[in-house]
């Protein structure tokens, strides 16, 4: 599993984390979680900060239902 991937993971299970517990929630498998932040970025997922301090939350689209017939 990718750094990234893990990172990705903690997102979902632990919205509005602080970059500080996410740094040693994941500590040692993600060196550099603002990195690997910006790798899901290019990746296409969509994560956003607010507040102060500044929390950090992954924006997943909502699933679509396809009826097929």
Same mark, same amino acid.
């Given at each position: *599993?990718? /750094?990234? $991937?893990? =990172? =990705?993971? %903690?997102?979902?299970?632990?919205p $509005?984390?602080?970059i =500080?517990e996410?740094?040693?929630?994941?500590?040692?498998? #993600?060196?550099?979680?603002? @990195?690997? *932040?910006? $790798? =899901?970025?290019? /990746?296409?997922?969509?994560? +956003? %900060?607010?507040?102060?301090? @500044?929390?950090?939350r992954?924006?997943? @689209?909502? #699933?679509q *239902? +396809? @009826?097929f017939?």
């Amino acid at each position: *599993m990718s /750094q990234a $991937d893990r =990172l =990705l993971r %903690w997102l979902r299970a632990h919205p $509005d984390s602080t970059i =500080l517990e996410i740094t040693y929630g994941l500590h040692p498998f #993600v060196s550099n979680p603002r @990195a690997r *932040m910006s $790798d =899901l970025r290019e /990746q296409g997922h969509r994560i +956003v %900060w607010e507040g102060r301090p @500044a929390r950090f939350r992954l924006i997943e @689209a909502p #699933v679509q *239902m +396809v @009826a097929f017939g």
